[in-house]
């Protein structure tokens, strides 16, 4: 998702700030009209709908919209949606896993391979490219909420693998299948958070010439615009890697 993806916070936004985070509000929208469609309506017994609602709140979306959105759940009935992943190689060789929520696989597909074909790169099958990364139980902290010292003491007792604690958020990891189990002890103490999903985090980032790097964000970022694009993952190295 926009926001979560692994280089997403470099990314050059050249005036596009309100298409952005339109584009946002659109896949959050998305995440909790199909999480409260999947599971209970009430955030307290659906983890993921209460992980995609605390999502949109930090990134500012107003409260109506995340209640039209859980409305929404009611009234798609007809509505199927389905997370698809793709993977392939950009420009350069870099490997790319793209995470979509499609209620069309025919349409997703063909845009995803278009963006590829158009930059020079390639769609390949399923687990061609994943190998290069490992899949986490990622969950971020805003680090107005806690200390660094005491998060990490609480993440370990929480039971989570690692902490790391970055300029403006603390992240932590644990294996992907206690995501959830951890963020709700962390809850006992934390009432905001920035993210808690799963994420690809690679093996070994590779770099790319400067020259190339204009048009490798670019391709990035227009797979990221696409309406049913939910998260990008890469293993190119920036300069903050």
Known sequence: ?????????????????????????????????????????????????????????????PKDNIEKAIDKSSTSANENFENLRYE?????????????????KNRTASNIRTIFQKNGGSLGTQGSASHNFNQLGVIKIDKKEISDQNIFELAIDSGANECISNNDFHEIHCEMDKV??????????????????????????????????????????????????????????????
């Open 88 to 104: 392939g190689f950009g420009p350069d060789k870099i490997a790319v896993i793209v995470e979509t929520l499609t209620d069309n």
């Open 1 to 61: 998702m926009a926001g979560h993806s692994h280089w997403a916070g470099i990314k050059h936004k050249k005036g596009k700030a309100d298409k952005l985070r339109s584009n946002l509000f659109s896949k959050l929208s998305r995440e909790i009209t199909v999480a409260a469609k999947l599971g209970d309506k009430d955030p307290d017994m659906n983890s993921r709908l209460r992980s995609a609602i605390q999502a949109a709140r930090s990134s500012n979306m």
């Open 180 to 241: 959830y189990n951890v963020k709700k002890k962390l809850e006992t103490i934390i009432q905001n958070f920035i993210f808690a999903g799963i994420e690809w985090k690679p093996l070994n980032s590779v770099e790319i010439s400067k020259d190339k790097l204009e048009v490798t964000t670019e391709f990035l970022e227009t797979l990221e615009d696409d309406d049913d694009v939910q998260s990008v993952y890469t293993n190119l190295k920036f300069g903050n890697n």
